[in-house]
């Protein structure tokens, strides 16, 4: 309905900027009309009608979510070099005509993976919701800048109130601080630049030359861009020190201060301390209150990737996953993880206003003056690392309006609930079997074994495992190569695990037991056939 209505839109005509014509002319102003430049008057015609037809062809495909047809394919799977060959892919002098942009526009559709598909279970995004979908063609229409009021204010506005909300929502208040971020991998850097800043404010000008080694810590669990963070900082791989973690995925407190004691013994400067809740591959919630304890002991500034998880924070059910949240130093967050917001939308939160200004800021003085005619705090692109920064927090916040803090909070609790019957649905099928890590899981993540009929009733030797770290692989191929449904599936090195199918069920499109079953029926069909 609210795509509908978006497409007719865009055969409204704009308010007339002067609506005195014969005044401009008086001043000595230049007014063309439509009829003196025929090629403008049909350029404007043509733009209507191409996004017009986009639009009928994501409402005709269905390409939102809880409206993809189920019988269709996930994906209508081509390798790289068949892809080549189908798409025009050169660029000519001149355009194409609008019919064959249509056409394009359909191709690109049908190659293209539906991640709005039931069956799409391969990565921590998926479908969109359709409110940020249409939230997103609007702020991509006005296509401005969110780094001065200038030339952003209704956006800007905005994005600061729903920087309190969420600092209010992780237990902060109102005097905290956040920006949205092109992604949690750089939400996870700024959390790191912040640390240091901290710590030690003069390394922004004088740069890390004679300074002993600084050391950042996270769970042999966590998400590789604290690794690629530390590179870019010239902190270096080196000094991303590997926590250990229990069965579950769970940083051990104690392992965390014997690591930073031995980093002091080796006269490096423990720095910072990244903390996971919901970790990419078992949804592990490490425990905030405790970590904190060491953090401020020793002391080292404690931040958390709750990229995946934090969507928690609505669930009045699930919410203390993230107890202690209020106690940390800053958090990152993607809500077009878990909860369908549009990609990307990515909160960085902390708790220590001010400080994101004081690491980032270079003070352009052909942006950020401080004698305009407003309240220049709310120029906040100099507080980024960014100078071109998109609106993102404006689809969030639309989607927000739109479905209300109670539908969230429905959403998450029925992503859990589904988790919990795809578990007792593993542990009753004889062929299945859950990877130890998952059997206190905490998150929607799902991990197990297909022990196909040829392995069942063996010695389970080096040798037999080797042979069920394969099945996973043949599987998925099948899967996509057909496009009944995607996936995913890797080892656990670390725990000496194999290959095995790593479930992640997210709120959006809608799960529902059916769709359990039919993950592990496909698996089951195929894997008969190995």
């Known amino acids: 309905m609210f795509l509908r209505l ?20 008086r001043m000595g102003s230049s007014v063309s009309t439509a009829s003196e430049h025929p090629v403008d008057s049909q350029m404007e015609e043509v733009t209507s009608e191409i996004l017009r037809a986009v639009a009928r062809i994501v409402e005709e495909n269905k390409l939102v979510c809880n409206k993809f047809p189920i019988q269709e394919k996930v994906v209508e799977f081509k390798h790289p070099k068949d892809l080549e060959n189908i798409l025009p892919l050169n660029i000519e002098r001149d355009g194409v005509e609008d019919s064959n942009l ?3 526009c359909q191709k690109i559709v049908d190659l293209s993976v539906k991640t709005c598909h039931p069956y799409f279970f391969n990565q921590l995004y998926h479908g969109v919701d359709e409110y940020g979908l249409a939230a997103t ?16 204010p209704a956006f800007m506005v905005i994005e600061q109130a729903l920087i309190k909300y969420i600092t209010n929502l992780f237990g902060w208040g109102d005097q905290a601080d956040g ?21 030690y404010p003069d390394l922004k000008t004088t740069g890390l030359f004679g300074q002993k080694p600084l050391v950042a810590f996270t769970s042999e669990e966590s998400h590789y861009s604290i690794k690629k963070g530390a590179s870019w900082l010239g902190i270096g791989m080196d000094n991303v020190i590997k926590v250990e973690t229990d069965q579950g995925g769970n940083m051990k407190p104690e392992a965390l201060e014997a690591a930073i004691l031995k980093s002091k013994s080796e006269n490096k400067e423990p720095f910072f301390v990244n903390a996971t809740s919901g970790s990419t591959v078992t949804g592990a919630y490490d425990d905030l209150e405790k970590i904190q304890k060491v953090c401020t002991k020793h002391p080292v500034w404690l931040h958390v990737d709750a990229c995946w998880g934090g969507s928690v924070i609505f669930s009045k059910k699930r919410r203390h996953l993230m107890k202690g949240s209020e106690l940390v130093d800053s958090i990152a967050w993607n809500p077009h993880k878990m909860i369908g917001a549009p990609l990307q939308t990515s909160p960085f939160i902390t708790r220590h206003k001010g400080l994101l200004h004081q690491a980032n800021s270079a003070n352009a003085t052909y942006l950020f003056q401080q004698d305009k005619f407003y309240d220049v705090s709310y120029d906040t692109g100099d507080k980024s690392i ?12 639309f989607m927000l309006k739109a479905r209300g803090e109670e539908y969230i909070e429905e959403m998450v609790d029925n992503a859990f ?6 578990q007792t649905q593993v542990q009753a099928r004889e062929n299945f079997r859950l990877v130890p890590a998952f059997e206190n899981r905490k ?4 991990g197990f074994w297909y022990i196909p009929e040829k392995l069942r ?15 996973a692989p043949k599987i998925k191929e099948k899967m996509i190569t057909d496009g009944t449904m995607m996936i995913g599936y890797q080892p656990l090195p670390f725990k000496n695990y194999k290959n095995f199918f790593r479930m992640v069920i997210h709120a959006v499109p809608r799960p529902n037991t059916e769709h359990m079953d039919y993950v592990l029926d496909q698996i089951e069909d195929i894997g008969n056939t190995l």
């Open 6 to 25: 978006i497409k007719g839109t865009f055969s409204v005509k704009p308010r007339k900027l002067f609506e005195n014509s014969a005044r401009n002319i």
């Open 102 to 104: 249509d056409e394009l």
């Open 137 to 152: 063609w609007l702020s991509e229409a006005l296509n401005t800048n969110n780094h001065t009021f200038e030339v952003s």
């Open 179 to 199: 920006i949205f971020s092109p992604g949690g991998s750089i939400s996870n850097m700024y959390g790191m630049v912040l640390a240091r800043q901290n710590k």
């Open 386 to 397: 960014q100078c071109g920064r998109k609106v993102d927090g404006f689809k969030f916040w």
């Open 417 to 422: 609930n589904m988790a919990d019957y795809l």
């Open 443 to 446: 998150c929607t993540n799902v």
């Open 457 to 471: 009733g063996q010695d389970e030797t080096a040798e037999w495992w080797e042979e069920v770290g394969k099945v």
